[in-house]
């Protein structure tokens, strides 16, 4: 993993504690809205499943596992505007904005994908609150590991992380359906 540009902001190690300490004390959470947040860096995938149609930005050089095993490069979402939702099986705002993420993700699935990157929890509860919500057609990445949500600097969930056509993070935050419903049809146009 590569290292965070520094903006002032707590970096490497101390974000880590910082994570932990976090989330072990935190519900779900509806935190303040970070606009333009720093772009994360790290490692490029050699495993494309389509190659990109241009360069990848930093903020779309990770890879993962999807919940259903497949390989996931999100290098082969550059040059269109994405969606990362941070979410916890656990958690109730989650639950609440699922409804929402499933309704309006297939109509935006080719022009803004939303990918759920899931974490604090065990496999089989990301499994069944897919199933629960009908999530499964929108990628959803296994993250118990809490790589993707450190590399964004995600401290809470629900959370947001919406990258522009360039690669810049635009949002980091908490939305709520309508707040999401409107960016996503925004940058679809």
């Not at 720093?38 to 999807?66: E, H, I, K």
């Not at 359906?177 to 960016?183: A, N, S």
Request: charged letters at 20%; aromatic letters at 8%; glycine letters at 12%.
């Amino acid at each position: 993993m590569g290292s965070v540009p520094r903006t002032g902001r707590v970096t490497g190690a101390v974000t880590a504690a910082l994570l932990a300490a976090v989330l072990a004390t935190a519900g779900c959470g509806t935190g303040p809205d970070a606009e333009a947040a720093p772009q994360a860096g790290g490692p490029a995938s050699a495993t494309a499943s389509s190659p990109s149609t241009g360069p990848v930005p930093d903020t779309l050089r990770f890879t993962g596992t999807t919940l259903d095993g497949a390989a996931f490069d999100a290098a082969t979402l550059a040059g269109r505007p994405v969606v990362l939702w941070f979410w916890a099986p656990w958690c109730a705002t989650c639950a609440s904005q699922a409804w929402t993420i499933a309704e309006i993700e297939p109509g935006f699935r080719e022009t803004v994908p939303i990918i759920g990157v899931a974490g604090l929890g065990e496999r089989k509860a990301m499994t069944d609150f897919v199933t629960e919500f009908e999530l499964g057609p929108m990628p959803q990445i296994e993250d118990r590991e809490g790589v993707i949500w450190r590399r964004f600097e995600v401290v809470e969930q629900s959370t947001f992380v919406i990258i522009d056509r360039d690669g810049r993070i635009i949002h980091q935050g908490w939305l709520d359906g309508e707040d999401l419903t409107r960016r996503v049809t925004a940058l679809a146009t």
